[in-house]
């Protein structure tokens, strides 16, 4: 059963926005903190943002002021709004829930300058 399916992405100028949203079965949604992770080529996964149950939020530093995450509980859905993007967020962006670890597809995110 496919547990995280990611939308959103696509290429965007620099200094423009981007949303992605993750829809997640009602079992891993209700009990896990939902996050982004980003992978760039040649480079580590890294943490972008993430959000918890009770809706704490938890942002990486190169993110903060310009990403938001949120959950909507009526969606079962975590949303990454990505504004001022620049060409250094070009990757590939994953869904994430811990600790019933599972992981969307991955979506690319590609900002040309």
């Known amino acids: 059963q496919v547990q995280l399916v990611e939308s959103g992405g696509g290429l965007v100028q620099a200094g423009g926005s981007l949303s992605l949203s993750c829809t997640a079965t009602e079992s891993i949604f209700r009990r896990n903190i939902m996050g982004w992770y980003r992978q760039a080529p040649g480079k580590r996964r890294e943490l972008v943002a993430d959000?918890?149950?009770?809706?704490?939020?938890n942002y990486a530093q190169f993110v903060k002021g310009r990403f938001t995450i949120r959950r909507d509980d009526t969606k079962n859905e975590v949303i990454l709004q990505m504004n001022t993007l620049k060409p250094e967020d070009t990757a590939v962006y994953y869904c994430?829930?811990?600790?019933?670890?599972?992981w969307g597809q991955g979506t690319q995110v590609t900002v040309s300058s």
């Open positions: 959000i918890s149950v009770a809706g704490h939020t």
């Open positions: 994430h829930s811990n600790p019933q670890t599972a």
